[in-house]
């Protein structure tokens, strides 16, 4: 239950990929790679539209072909990356309109979860949330915004969870990968569009059984979100693969 909201950090923070070669190939070493592709879309060091050519990955992390294809199947998955026949995988480039429908959706489950997760809330949900909480807020203090983004959607996600509604918690989970996109590309760096202790109020109410007016919380909480964001679309381009992750010899 708590595997999402233990990752953070950015591309170089965890693990580098060893050059072993192509027989190296591993789940434990693709998880590495994947969270390192993952936090360089996040963190806006590959822009969106940007071109992810198999060749090239499997070059930089040398790793198989077959490697490269996993993961990037994994980013398309969580809709970071976009597979394209002939065109093949680019960096997802999130719409204006996708935007508003993704937080459109949120509005609806999310916040309809409230009173169900107001119901089943105990003492020790009520202190790994705070913790969450307070993860967020000291990323977001040390200019760690991609690992801040992270955390606030592990919040959702968690919450989500304690519905008991397993359908309904793995769709929030699709669109908190999504809006993270959104947050990292059209959002204000050192902000995440609310204020630093909406998250340990939300769980106050929670806490106190309030399902009504914690549905009204997150309502307000997400629509601030949404409009503290500023789309500008972008010019694709093609990235230097070698120079954003580091690992030229």
Partial sequence: MQKSHERGGGPLDTARP????????????HEVIYQ?????????QLRP??????????????I???GVRKILQRLALEQLVTLTPRRGASVTRPTASEARDVFAARQLVECGLMPEVARRITQDDVRELKRMAREEREALSVGAQSRAIKFSAAFHER???????????AFVRQLCSRSSLILAVYGSTGHLGCESHDHDDLVDCLERGEGTNARAFMQRHLKEIEASLSVVEEE???PDLHQIFGLDE
């Fill in 36 to 44: 390192t592709i993952s936090d360089a879309i996040i963190e806006h």
């Fill in 49 to 62: 539209g940007a071109r992810l050519r198999e060749d090239a990955l499997t070059e930089v992390f040398n």
């Fill in 236 to 238: 694709a381009s093609a």
């Fill in 64 to 66: 198989s072909r077959t």
């Fill in 159 to 169: 919450l989500a969870e304690l519905s008991g509604n397993a359908t309904l918690a």
């Fill in 18 to 29: 060893k050059h072993v070669g192509k027989n190296g190939d591993g789940a434990e070493r």
